[in-house]
Structures are given as C-alpha cells and as structure tokens.
C-alpha cells in the first residue's frame, strides 16, 4: 500500500532551514501602548479615509490598476520624474524582494562571487539577511562604526571585508534599529565607487534632517526605497515605491505579480499625496515628542543616541535591556529589543504620542524605584 510522502521531504532543504523573518509583535489583547513597530501614532488625513469608504463602497468588484498608474504620476510629479521612474509594491518589503530576484544570481547559478551578493550593513533592517537566504544568494554582512555611522570610504578601501563590486548593496538611510542619520554627502561617495545595484532604504527619512532622492535621478545604478507605511501613517495598507533608472524599473516591472499594489492601498497613497500639509505637521509633532522623550529618558539615566527617525535606540540603566523589555511590557508598553550582539544592550522606542510619551515615563520611573 502506498502511504503519502512525509511533508518535510516536499519542501527544498534551503526553505526547510530557513529562519523566516519575525516582524514585531501586533498584539491581541488591547489596552497595550505600542512603541515596538515604529507606526505612527497619528491617524491618517480624513481626506485619506473619505477617499477609501467612498472606494470601498464602489469599486470592490474590480480588478485594481495593475501598475498602480494614478499613484505613480502623481509621486514622479512629486518627486520632480517620470512614472518610468517609479515602481510601487506591496509595501517596500516586496520591492526589496523584487530587487534580490532582478538583480542577484542565485549562489548556485554563480561563477563569479560580487554577483551573487547582496551587502548590507550591520546593525540595519533585518529583514535584508533572510530575503539574501530565501534567494540563495551570499550575505556579505559588514559592521557600521561604534556609533553606527557608515565607515569612511578609505576604511571601506583597505578593509577588504567591503565588495565594490557586489551586485546589490542594501542602505538603510536613516539607519534602523540605531536612528542614525547620514549626509547624502557621505551616501553619495559611497554610491560613486559601488559597481553594483545600491538600494539606499529611506523608510524613515520624513524625520531625518537629508534625504538622497537625488541619487536616484543622478546615477544609473542607485534606487531610493520609500513607504508610505511610517510617516504616512498607512501601514495596514502596504504601499511602498522604488524611484530609480527606467530601465532598472522595466526590470523590476518584469517580476512583478499582476495585482500586486490593492486598490485601496493605491486610493488611500493617493489621497495621501493630496495633502501633504497635514502629514507635515504630524512630523514636527514626532519630532518634537522625540527630542523631549530623548531629554526626559536621559535625565532617567538612559544613555539615548540621537535620532533622526520616528523612534529612538536607548541604553536603558540599573537592568539589562532583555530585562527592560519585560518589565515594560508588565506595565503594557511594548518596546522591541533585539537579541544580536551588537545591539542586545539597546531598546528600540517607537515615538508614539504625547500621551504616550508621558505614560513610558511613568513606567520607567516607577521600574526604577522598585529596583
Ligand atoms: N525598510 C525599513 C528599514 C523598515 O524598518 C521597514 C519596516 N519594517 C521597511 C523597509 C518596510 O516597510 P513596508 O514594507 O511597510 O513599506
């Protein structure tokens, strides 16, 4: 008698022992401050809202527009291009997916080591390290400084642990988990001497003091990955673009899935791209809970780095961060904390509201006094 084959022997050794990415934790309980996936604490623009009931209402049974086509004009207006210029994806997520699968060969399919690597900085988003595995292409993994700046090109020169050749290098600019700005400047330097693909990841740049969407409209070879997901306050919708070459997009454009941006998605970054004042003031208000919460935390004896992004990378005191984590969440603030050796001595806080704000406070006072 036949019996079915066992599931573990249908599935390729690569997936089998793959660790797939844990995104943060979205509770089930309510009542939780959550400062641990960097949303914004802000809803979005009633525009924004009006915009998608009123889709909802009628346009359900249609198929969205495949290329997300009123999104794309309306950003290459924005950003002063053309729709070539830009792709839009299920979240940035996808794209940087997308962005392996065009331009990385597989390990296996390799003569040549730069073409099947994807390089990328660590600490940064780690999300990067498992799409390099799903592909089954080589990570080549190198440190940012101890204050989690980029290394100086002469450093990156004579290290030879850096590959000016690698076929896709992964910036992300603002830097998560630090918070770390960097200049376009610096950004640019390195773009210069990258032979490769380099995505400058700008998730977070609407609180950062530069933004290099420039070097996307200078150079052949260097896309800016943006979401609407952080400062758009859209992240239950899952938009995100890539700004880049025409010829990169038409690549891209290629593997694309035939739906893959929902039409509400499209509505709602539509919408958002019609008012944008109200947007702005939201991140001055971010802005500034963030520079107070980084005075107060530190006044508590938190060594804080400066940030240029909707959360901030805190040494917290007296417990290690692991510790922090939990006593937090025991008074219902969630908090990320990462387990990686560079980083497990820091807490990453979303910036939430005022009232959130104070609330951490609170807790972190009050963590304290009990010892
Ligand atoms: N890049 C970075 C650095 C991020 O932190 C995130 C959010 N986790 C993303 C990209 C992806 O965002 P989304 O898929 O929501 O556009």
Redesign the pocket.
Known sequence: KRTSPKPASLIRPLVRELHGYVPGEQPKIKGLIKLN??ENPYPPSPKVLEAIKSAVDGRLRLYPNPTAQLLREKLAKLHGCKPENIIVGN????L?AMAIRTFVEPASRSGERSASTVQFFTPS?S?YSVLTAIHGARANVVALDKEFGIPPLVLLKKSKAWDFKAALTLV?TPN?PSGRGYTTKELEALCREQQGVVVL?E??VDFARENAMQLALKYSHVIV?R?F?KAYSL?FQ?V?YFVAHPELIAALDKIRDSYNVNGLGQVGALATLNDLKYYRTNFQKIISTRERLSRELTALGFEVLPSQTNFIFAKPPSFPAEQWLEKLRAKKILVRWFKYPNVKDYLRITIGSDAEADALMRAGKAILKAG
Request: glycine fraction near 10%.
């Open positions: 996936t960097n979240g940035s997520d996808e940087l988003y999300l992300t998560a990841d998730a977070y990955s979401t997901s992240c899952r995100g």
